[in-house]
Every structure is written in C-alpha cells, then in structure tokens.
C-alpha cells in the first residue's frame, strides 16, 4: 500500500495489475481483438482521456466516453482491475508523481496565469481567448518528449525509403494536410495530395503501390474519406503512416507507424496546434535526412 499527495489530499493506492498506464496501454493493445466492440470503443478513447481518468468519476468520464458507467466498469474488470476505483488510482498515482517533480515550476506557471487573467479580464473577448491559448499550450506541452521523436525518427525513415509520398488530409485534418504536402513539394520526390475535394479516391489511389508511403491525418470521429484511403493503400500493400489520436483508431489498423497526438477542443472547435507543429517537424526531419534545404520555402 502507498500513501501519495494529490491535490493537496492524500491518496491511498493498493497494488495494480500493472506497475504504469504505459503497460496498461500495452495490455490493452495485446488484447483489443478479445475485447467486444463497445469495450473497444473505450480502448480507443481512454489514450486521449488518461488525465481526465485521474480526476473524473465513472458516471463522468462515461459521459465524456458516451458510454453506459457499467462498460467503463466491465472494461476495468476484464483489464485485471478490481473496478473502476482501482484502474483510476493507478491515473492518479502517475499523475501525482508527475505534479511532484514539476510542483514548484508548476507554481510559477499558475501565478503567471493569475496575473495575466487579472490584466485582461477587462477587455471583451479575454475570457475566450484566453481558454484556446491555454488548450494551445497543454496540447503542445505533450507534444515534446523523447518518445515522440523516436516516433519522428521511425516515421521519416519510411518517407525517405519511399519512392513516393502520398498525403491525405480532409475535414479539420485538411489545414495540417495542406500544410505537410506545401513543405515537402519543395523535395525532388513525388507527392501526391488527397484533399477530399471532389475526386474519385478510388481512382487517385489505383496508381499507389508497395514502394510508396501514404500519410493520413485524421482524428475522431475519423473522416470517412481517410478512413477509405487508409483500407486502399493497405490493400495495395503501400506503407502507411497515420497521424491521429490513439494507434487504436480506425486511421491507424493498418498503419505502418502511427504517430499519436492529442487535440483539446475550446467551445466545440478542437485546436490545430499539435497537429500542425508534429507535421513541421516531421518535414525537417525529413528535410535533413534528405539534405533539403533547412529555411522554409519561398512563399
């Protein structure tokens, strides 16, 4: 039994089934296939939702999940968790430890927030923009740690191996997709954009094959356009790199890589920041790999 501080409370915990949330996630991996389709709704979600874990009861995080309480609890059970009780304290105790490391930097971070909430709280509008800055910021926060630039690194090596890169972004993906296929452009390999703008995608992906490397950005609920990209290129055997919010997504089944990143949303619009930073930084990895140029290109 371990006693820890969260949220200036103690939190006892007992012996979990297993030592971090990243085994957790692992576990949940190896046995998606046996898990029913609704508790499978709920592996792919919980990736996105691990700190709300931590925080929210079942009734809440099964709104959140929109899922009956009693499959969040079924889920917990058939994981090796006692309940729903025993797999949130396992949330908890990371995130305490994490908040123990960073507490006095974090401290810093909310007097910051506190003054700069007291300048602006006059002007019109403060309120909302101070909320999508904020979303901005965590999301980003998230975005810069060492596994993530493994996953850079690994998702690179197949772009550069690729006879030609195939980009596939619609909806609210269809910026970050843009963006992605504008940069590598300035490469000598050939891109191809699939924008979801009235084309036949059947037709498009007919000229893909082996030796090329598809790209999909797409992120729940997963356009119905990229979801048909990625069964295409799969069933021409091209090498798929996914860029969405859990590897057990619809976009990433079949990926080759999956590069996995969170979104918050601020009034219902979800926020394009991470997306957009991991796309420039895949392209200058790729840039340097491939010894393009390492200023952005002349607009």
Same mark, same amino acid.
Request: net charge positive; with cysteine; glycine share 6%.
């Given at each position: 039994m371990h006693i820890h501080r969260f949220h200036g409370r103690s939190v006892t915990t007992v012996a979990h089934p297993y030592e971090t949330p990243t085994d957790f996630f692992k576990a949940i991996d190896e046995r998606y296939d046996d898990l029913s389709k609704r508790l499978q709704s709920i592996a792919r979600q919980l990736p996105q939702h691990k700190d709300q874990l931590a925080l929210m009861n079942v009734n809440e995080l099964a709104d959140t999940l929109q899922v009956p309480p009693s499959s969040l609890v079924r889920f917990a059970q058939q994981m090796g968790f006692s309940g729903y009780s025993q797999m949130k304290s396992l949330f908890q105790q990371a995130l305490s430890d994490q908040l123990a490391v960073s507490d006095g930097y974090a401290e810093r971070i909310r007097q910051m927030a506190e003054d700069q909430k007291r300048m602006a709280e006059r002007v019109p509008g403060s309120n909302i923009v101070?909320?999508?800055?904020?979303?901005?910021?965590?999301?980003?926060? *998230?975005?810069? &740690? @060492?596994?993530?630039?493994?996953?850079?690194?690994?998702?690179?090596?197949?772009?550069? /191996?690729?006879?030609? $890169?195939?980009?596939?972004?619609?909806?609210?993906?269809?910026?970050?997709?843009?963006?992605?296929?504008?940069?590598?452009?300035?490469?000598?390999?050939?891109? *191809?954009?699939? &924008? @979801?703008?009235?084309?036949?995608?059947?037709?498009?992906?007919?000229?893909?094959?082996? /030796?090329?490397?598809? $790209?999909?950005?797409?992120?729940?609920?997963?356009?119905?356009?990229?979801c048909r990209a990625v069964d295409l290129a799969h069933k021409k055997g091209a090498r798929i790199i996914a860029v969405t919010d859990s590897y057990l997504s619809d976009i990433a089944r079949h990926a080759t890589q999956t590069i996995e990143i969170r979104e918050h949303s601020s009034f219902g619009f979800r926020s394009l920041s991470s997306s957009v930073c991991v796309v420039q930084s895949l392209f200058l990895l790729y840039a340097a790999q491939t010894e393009l140029t390492r200023s952005e290109p002349h607009h």
């Open positions: 101070r909320e999508v800055v904020d979303n901005n910021i965590r999301d980003l926060q *998230h975005v810069f &740690n @060492g596994k993530m630039i493994q996953t850079l690194n690994a998702a690179v090596k197949l772009m550069t /191996k690729a006879s030609s $890169i195939w980009i596939m972004g619609a909806g609210r993906s269809f910026a970050s997709a843009a963006y992605l296929t504008y940069l590598i452009r300035h490469g000598t390999k050939p891109v *191809h954009w699939l &924008n @979801g703008l009235c084309y036949n995608l059947e037709g498009q992906l007919n000229a893909i094959d082996p /030796k090329d490397v598809i $790209i999909v950005i797409s992120f729940a609920p997963y356009a119905e356009e990229s």
